[in-house]
């Protein structure tokens, strides 16, 4: 049986508040986001972290907030931040390397936590261990056992590369064996070290051929295995109307260096619509052009950002038009469990 891919609509009125609370991290994965010298090192202290929490807080909004880091359970006081940001009405996510530091799984609770994610770049240590570290895929994945044991909703979040496109499929197996729910397959963005890394002759990123041929068929085997997907547009049909998350969502990425973005394509620069300053949310004044100056742009390629930053991403025909139009990076698609 086949399930049809349903690209879920960005939704006005929501809000998704993606909280990075520290930036340091006890792994040095080969395609890391994060980059210091623009998001700082520092660890917000437990009360900024709850007031940062209530700046984003609105009730007559529906949000999501996603603890990230660096690694987030490094944080002493994560479970306080998960517990604030349940009394204030939102959905708690937190997005972990699998280590699950300061007994997380003790200190909060399933009733608090929305879903527990962990990220995994391969479905044995032979595929992951080599991108993310020696002796993670085993740490990961005993943890994963724990979560679901105790009672957590777990996730899954599969960065695909030309590094481990082809073990995708053996995913599956795996996530049933442990009791994911929900798979969300990532594509890599040059950002951070995979912007300044090369991953080998083929680079990091899959061809449009490559992920159009793989990544929709596994989601697809994995929710006829009873697994929820996730997975990132990309190439957007030709009739499909293109839209920029900046213009009609509200997405916020908060670095604890008081950025916050609203595209995370631009965390690499120092363009951030807007920051925290004196605990208020206030417009990035340092800048004369910032993200959202470029967001108004409309061309042929569909994502500005995209085409700016990563124009290797875009073919074109002998008359000089793009073969595919680029979605916007969080524009998703879902396939729910058969
Ligand atoms: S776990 Fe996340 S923050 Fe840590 S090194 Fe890997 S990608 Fe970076
Ligand atoms: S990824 Fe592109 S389309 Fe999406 S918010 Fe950023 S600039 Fe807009």
Redesign the pocket.
């Known amino acids: 049986m086949t399930s049809k891919a349903n690209t879920v609509a960005f939704q006005a009125g929501e809000r998704n508040i993606f909280f990075h609370i520290l930036t340091a991290?006890?792994?040095?994965?080969r395609?890391?986001?994060?980059n210091t010298s623009q998001h700082g090192t520092t660890t917000l202290p437990k009360e900024t972290m709850l007031k940062w929490l209530q700046l984003f807080a609105d009730p007559n909004k529906k949000s999501n907030v996603i603890f990230l880091?660096?690694?987030p359970t490094m944080h002493p006081d994560l479970a306080d931040g998960i517990a604030k940001a349940k009394e204030l009405g939102m959905a708690v996510t937190v997005d972990s390397?699998g280590y699950l530091f300061n007994n997380l799984l003790e200190k909060t609770s399933p009733d608090l936590l929305d879903y527990l994610s962990f990220?995994l770049d391969g479905p044995d240590p032979s595929v992951n261990d080599p991108i993310?570290g020696e002796g993670v895929f085993e740490v990961c994945t005993t943890n994963m056992g724990k979560a679901v044991a105790a009672g957590y909703n777990v996730s899954v979040i599969y960065t695909v590369s030309n590094l481990n496109i082809e073990h995708l499929h053996r995913m599956i197996p795996l996530l049933q064996d442990i009791g994911v729910k929900r798979f969300f397959i990532q594509v890599i963005g040059l950002r951070g070290n995979s912007a300044k890394t090369n991953a080998g002759e083929q680079g990091w990123q899959v061809s449009p051929e490559q992920w159009l041929d793989v990544v929709p068929r596994v989601a697809n085997q994995a929710a006829e295995a009873g697994i929820h997907v996730t997975f990132p547009k990309v190439f957007l049909d030709p009739n499909e109307k293109f839209e920029c998350a900046g213009l009609v969502t509200e997405n916020f990425f908060i670095f604890p260096n008081g950025r916050v973005y609203r595209c995370p394509l631009c965390e690499d620069h120092p363009i951030h619509a807007l920051e925290i300053k004196n605990e208020t949310l206030v417009p990035n004044q340092n800048m004369k052009l910032t993200e959202d100056n470029f967001f108004q742009l409309n061309i042929e390629e569909g994502c500005v950002m995209n085409r700016l930053l990563q124009p290797d991403t875009i073919s074109y025909d002998a008359q000089g038009k793009p073969l595919h139009r680029i979605s916007c990076c969080l524009l998703k698609q879902e396939i729910l469990p058969v």
């Open positions: 991290c006890n792994l040095s994965c395609h890391c986001y994060i880091g660096g690694e390397n990220s993310r």
